[in-house]
């Protein structure tokens, strides 16, 4: 695939960074689920081998519904000097860039908490309003979330209670008719 003049500048930029990035975008495209955002946390064996450890995806439907607040996760991601690389941009329109794309800490912890929240919902409305939300948590409530919904210390139930939770304070209860709409006008920009 060409790449744009958008793409090539973006690029430059992303290959000094995707060596030492703590996390990893891919976009990808297959013909099952379209373009796919993977979400990939990298990692070191004992050889201090560079592994990645994937915590997600996001396609079809969600990625489209979910597409603004993910763009503004992404202008958070800096370059050494503190101005954002403009990540956003690729994802701008139809999603036409195809690699990787290295994120910080916070970030990727955020794309990859959307990824795990929004992965098992099927109303769009309430799938948006956890990204739009997870866009505004803090970075110390989103490294305190991903770890419970990560790390099995009390077990995996307790893993799969964490992500009910989180829906649940973010976007409430399964069993209670709730107006999203109202709610998600509040948070789009």
Partial sequence: MELNKKHEEMQVKMNNMLMIAPWIMRIVENAKNGV?????????????????KKHGEINGSKLRICKEPLRYMLTEVK????????????????????????????VGVKLALVAILVASINHEAKA????????????????????????????????????????TILAGPTDQKVNYEEMLEKLRR
Avoid at 94 to 99: A, D, I, P
Avoid at 133 to 139: D, G, K, L, Q, T
């Fill in 79 to 106: 370059d050494d000097l503190g101005n954002s690389i403009g990540l956003q941009n690729l994802l701008e329109g139809s999603v036409t860039y195809r690699g990787d794309i290295p994120l910080d800490k916070t």
């Fill in 128 to 167: 948006e309003l956890i990204s739009w939300r997870i866009e505004r948590i803090s970075a110390e409530e989103a490294f305190y979330w991903f770890g419970k919904v990560t790390v099995p210390v009390y077990g995996v139930k307790a893993m799969q209670w964490a992500v009910i939770g989180m829906r």
């Fill in 36 to 52: 796919t955002l993977q979400i990939f946390e990298v990692q070191y064996d004992e050889q201090a081998k560079r592994i990645l």
